[in-house]
């Protein structure tokens, strides 16, 4: 029970996925509790480790500032662009500057307060709280007996990305505390956190989703609200969109309905996996490394690229005995009936918690194999691919139409895909397919998914670096989506078309 309530929380996220959390949470009541607490756990160190003066944008452009605030009275929907055209040149943060909306701690610092009163779910964590250490990147991993590199890993849990990209953005280098300046509105709502604290209780729906209902009605009566009705707002979650779109009000269903909120509609979100609506936008999951120079990713890459690959491919991810059927069930006896094939078993000791013995078995193997879990994605996604690993794609809802702006276009460069028409009738040979690529092929992938491996990490906030990593694509690409609806406003066409919609094509490849 309490492994597959771990693998559930350290490997999987969806709709489906949180329905069966839900069962497996009724069952043993463990999981749940986990999730809340590690996000709590998340939230309480992000507070605990910021210097809020220093991210604060540099004095030097307060002329700057004055200038596009008085312009900027004077344009109602304010363009950005135009305004920053006006900006010299020479300032590296023009349409890039970003005002964090400061909330009450309710909705984000308050619900990390109190993590040591929260269980994790295993015997193994007395709470959640080693987890919202460093930044929401979890306790430093100590001794790698040189399994990794030296430093800036992190026993990283699945679900707190959103307290570790608000820890990012209070260091994001063209913050403006001017929010009239600024080309995007950050709100950091930890929406995850908030809908983990229910996972245990049958509470009704008016509960469920007061916060973000409170959050909703408090954003869209801030001054910032007006400028752009909320579009150029967006918040991050730790946890898959699609908990927010709770669609039937049932007490016993998963998650909140924020995100259907009239707010919400004119809101983006960035999550670990997209829903199929227009401004739910996925981005990687948090990976176990997190450093701090340039010159330790580069290090990593290269240990990696030498690294002995015994094995040809690996399943890691727990039994679900309940689902024989399933397509995991099928991929976990392939993988046993193969002498190729490693299996780590997600339900045994601290293996998929431990970043030593994961990160190991990732870097042993040539193919990672990453079907769907309860949701479509997987955190080992990114975890192989940060061990060199070539993923094995089963759904194009796992990676190729989920994280546009961090993985390349072209999927068959990276990864393989094999396809699932009807799980019943699934039966391919995994291992000779795979036995079918050449070295040359393979080396060819293996290269490109080196190459990834800053864009899906998410750095040290403490740091500068000269990559990009997981973060500034994000931030990037959320700058770019709010520069395109200025576009359509400034040319007089209606900005709700086509924003938060939702598009059923989303996933078909
Ligand atoms: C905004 O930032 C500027 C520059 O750092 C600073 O001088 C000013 O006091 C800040 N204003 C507020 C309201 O915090
Ligand atoms: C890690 O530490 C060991 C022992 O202190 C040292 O020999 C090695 O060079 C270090 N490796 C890296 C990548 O810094
Ligand atoms: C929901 O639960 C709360 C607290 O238990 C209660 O006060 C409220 O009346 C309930 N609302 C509905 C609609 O059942
Ligand atoms: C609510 O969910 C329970 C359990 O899934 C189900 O038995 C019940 O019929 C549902 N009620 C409604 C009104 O959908
Ligand atoms: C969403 O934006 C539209 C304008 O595109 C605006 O009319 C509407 O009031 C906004 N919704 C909210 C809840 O502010
Ligand atoms: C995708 O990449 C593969 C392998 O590099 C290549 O053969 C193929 O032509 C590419 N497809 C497109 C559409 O670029
Ligand atoms: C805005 O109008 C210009 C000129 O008509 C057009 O080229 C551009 O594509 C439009 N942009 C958007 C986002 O609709």
């Known amino acids: 029970m309490l492994s597959a309530s771990e693998d559930i929380f350290r490997y999987r996220s969806s709709?489906?996925?949180?329905?069966?959390?839900?069962?497996?949470?009724?069952?043993?009541?463990?999981?749940?509790?986990?999730?809340?607490?590690?996000?709590?756990?998340?939230?309480?160190s992000t507070l605990l480790f910021f210097d809020y003066s220093t991210f604060l944008h540099d004095p030097n452009n307060i002329f700057t500032f004055l200038l596009t605030k008085q312009e900027n009275t004077l344009t109602i929907l304010s363009d950005k662009t135009s305004l920053s055209n006006k900006i010299p040149d020479s300032d590296p943060c023009t349409g890039r500057y970003?005002?964090?909306?400061?909330?009450?701690?309710?909705?984000?610092?308050?619900?990390?307060?109190?993590?040591?009163?929260?269980?994790?779910?295993?015997?193994?964590?007395?709470?959640?709280?080693?987890?919202?250490?460093?930044?929401?990147?979890?306790?430093?991993?100590?001794?790698?007996k040189g399994a990794m590199s030296n430093s800036s890993w992190y026993c990283t849990h699945q679900f707190t990305l959103e307290v570790i990209f608000h820890n990012r953005m209070k260091n994001y280098k063209c913050l403006t505390n001017d929010s009239s300046l600024a080309s995007a509105i950050f709100v950091p709502f930890y929406a995850?956190?908030?809908?983990?604290?229910?996972?245990?209780?049958?509470l009704n729906e008016t509960v469920k989703?007061?916060?973000?209902?409170?959050?909703?009605?408090?954003l869209s009566r801030k001054r910032e609200w007006k400028q752009m009705w909320g579009r150029d707002h967006f918040l991050v979650s730790g946890r898959?969109?699609?908990?927010y779109r709770r669609k039937i009000d049932n007490m016993s269903?998963?998650?909140?309905?924020?995100?259907?909120?009239?707010?919400?509609?004119?809101?983006?979100?960035?999550?670990?996996?997209?829903?199929?609506?227009?401004?739910?936008?996925?981005i990687p999951y948090p990976t176990p490394f997190h450093p701090s120079k340039d010159n330790e990713i580069l290090l990593w890459q290269r240990k990696i690229r030498r690294h002995k690959r015994p094995y040809l491919f690996t399943f890691t991810g727990a039994?679900?005995?309940?689902?024989?059927?399933?397509?995991?069930?099928?991929?976990?006896?392939?993988?046993?009936?193969?002498?190729?094939?490693?299996?780590?078993d997600c339900s045994q000791e601290d293996n998929c918690y431990n970043p030593i013995k994961f990160m190991n078995v990732f870097q042993s193997c040539v193919f990672c194999l990453q079907p769907p879990g309860d949701s479509h994605t997987r955190k080992s996604i990114f975890d192989s691919i940060l061990a060199g690993c070539i993923p094995v794609f089963f759904d194009p809802a796992s990676a190729y139409r989920q994280y546009l702006w961090h993985l390349p276009e072209n999927g068959t460069k990276y990864s393989v895909y094999i396809p699932v028409r009807r799980v019943e009738e699934w039966n391919p040979n995994v291992e000779n397919i795979l036995r079918g690529f050449s070295e040359h092929e393979v080396l060819a992938m293996r290269k490109e998914v080196i190459k990834l491996i800053p864009r899906i990490i998410y750095a040290d906030p403490?740091?500068?670096?000269?990559?990009?990593?997981?973060?500034?694509?994000?931030?990037?690409?959320?700058?770019?989506?709010?520069?395109?609806?200025?576009?359509?406003?400034?040319?007089?066409?209606?900005?709700?078309?086509?924003?938060?919609e939702e598009d059923l094509d989303k996933f078909t490849f």
Not at 103 to 129: E, V
Not at 209 to 218: Q, T, V, Y
């Open 98 to 144: 970003i005002y964090i909306q400061e909330l009450p701690s309710r909705f984000n610092y308050d619900f990390i307060k109190n993590c040591d009163a929260l269980i994790d779910g295993s015997d193994r964590q007395p709470n959640i709280c080693p987890f919202l250490e460093n930044y929401g990147f979890g306790l430093e991993v100590e001794n790698s």
């Open 240 to 243: 898959i969109a699609w908990s």
């Open 253 to 282: 269903q998963w998650g909140s309905n924020f995100r259907l909120l009239p707010e919400s509609m004119n809101m983006s979100m960035l999550a670990v996996e997209a829903s199929s609506w227009k401004n739910d936008y996925a």
């Open 319 to 344: 039994p679900r005995p309940q689902l024989d059927d399933s397509l995991r069930g099928k991929i976990i006896s392939h993988c046993l009936g193969s002498r190729f094939c490693k299996f780590l």
């Open 15 to 44: 709709s489906k996925k949180d329905k069966i959390m839900q069962k497996s949470i009724t069952r043993n009541g463990f999981g749940l509790r986990f999730a809340i607490l590690i996000s709590l756990a998340v939230l309480i």
């Open 192 to 202: 995850g956190l908030d809908i983990s604290r229910f996972m245990f209780g049958n």
């Open 462 to 500: 403490r740091s500068k670096l000269m990559l990009e990593d997981a973060f500034d694509i994000a931030v990037k690409g959320m700058l770019e989506r709010i520069e395109r609806v200025r576009e359509v406003i400034r040319n007089g066409s209606d900005p709700s078309v086509g924003f938060g």
């Open 209 to 218: 989703d007061s916060l973000g209902r409170d959050l909703a009605k408090w």
